[in-house]
């Protein structure tokens, strides 16, 4: 199903609580999911929707002429912040783990490997999982701010990917250096669950 834009996960939502039987995966942007669909991003991970949210983070609007978006760091260069960036970036992977995401993990597209595994092991939780994969746009975000090369751009992600385990503890992702691999994975009640639950109850007029 191809939604709106920013509007995928109530879309996503809808048709998991329809037929709790479907494996549901949802594909995004980093602008749409954490600009336009912001709200929708913390309301599906709260709810813990059992759903699979993968979001490509290039750092810039790269499908819509490369201006900034809400991962676009202090200082990165866009179209629409020609000298500089004034606004921090959202770290993704700590707003879906904050907002209640129970599977949160983070890959490289040089690191694909590593990529498809984080992305498999979300596809088997059972919950809200949330994989970003920082993709390259050495069309925009590289030409402005990294490098016009792709292969390039893809060495550089080598440089900045730091293994989790080895990331400072409490330490903030940053434009050249951010933790990769599994963040964050723990067990909570399904909304799909809850809600026939609920629905249960009121046919049953159970109000206990």
Same mark, same amino acid.
């Given at each position: 199903?191809?939604?709106?834009?920013?509007?995928?996960?109530?879309?996503?939502?809808?048709?998991?609580?329809?037929?709790?039987?479907?494996?549901?995966?949802v594909v995004?942007?980093?602008?749409?999911?954490?600009?336009?669909?912001g709200?929708?991003l913390?309301?599906?991970?709260?709810?813990?929707?059992?759903?699979?949210?993968?979001?490509?983070?290039?750092?810039?609007?790269?499908m819509?002429?490369?201006?900034?978006?809400?991962?676009?760091?202090?200082?990165?260069?866009?179209?629409?912040?020609?000298?500089?960036?004034?606004e921090?970036?959202?770290?993704?992977?700590?707003?879906a783990?904050a907002?209640?995401?129970?599977?949160?993990?983070?890959?490289?597209s040089?690191?694909?490997?590593q990529?498809v595994?984080?992305?498999?092991?979300g596809?088997?939780?059972?919950?809200? /999982?949330? +994989? #970003?994969?920082?993709?390259?746009?050495?069309? %925009?975000?590289?030409?402005?701010?990294?490098?016009? !090369?792709?292969?390039?751009?893809?060495?550089?992600q080598?440089?900045?990917?730091?293994?989790?385990?080895k990331?400072?503890?409490?330490?903030?992702?940053?434009?050249?250096?951010?933790?990769?691999?599994?963040? /964050?994975? +723990? #067990?909570?009640?399904?909304?799909?669950?809850? %809600?026939?639950?609920?629905?249960?109850?009121?046919k !049953?007029?159970?109000?206990?």
């Amino acid at each position: 199903m191809h939604a709106a834009h920013g509007r995928a996960l109530p879309f996503a939502t809808g048709a998991k609580v329809a037929d709790p039987s479907l494996k549901v995966i949802v594909v995004m942007g980093d602008g749409d999911c954490a600009a336009i669909g912001g709200n929708h991003l913390i309301h599906a991970a709260r709810r813990n929707v059992d759903l699979t949210a993968v979001v490509f983070n290039n750092s810039i609007y790269g499908m819509t002429g490369g201006q900034k978006s809400p991962t676009t760091h202090v200082g990165d260069r866009s179209t629409t912040s020609p000298f500089g960036n004034a606004e921090p970036a959202f770290d993704l992977c700590e707003l879906a783990r904050a907002a209640g995401a129970t599977y949160v993990a983070r890959s490289t597209s040089w690191a694909y490997r590593q990529l498809v595994q984080l992305i498999a092991g979300g596809l088997v939780h059972e919950g809200f /999982s949330f +994989v #970003e994969a920082m993709a390259v746009c050495n069309t %925009y975000y590289g030409r402005f701010n990294l490098t016009a !090369d792709a292969a390039e751009f893809l060495l550089a992600q080598r440089e900045h990917a730091v293994p989790v385990d080895k990331f400072e503890p409490g330490g903030t992702r940053l434009r050249d250096r951010y933790p990769v691999g599994l963040i /964050s994975h +723990v #067990e909570r009640p399904l909304y799909s669950d809850m %809600y026939a639950d609920a629905q249960r109850k009121s046919k !049953d007029g159970d109000r206990g």
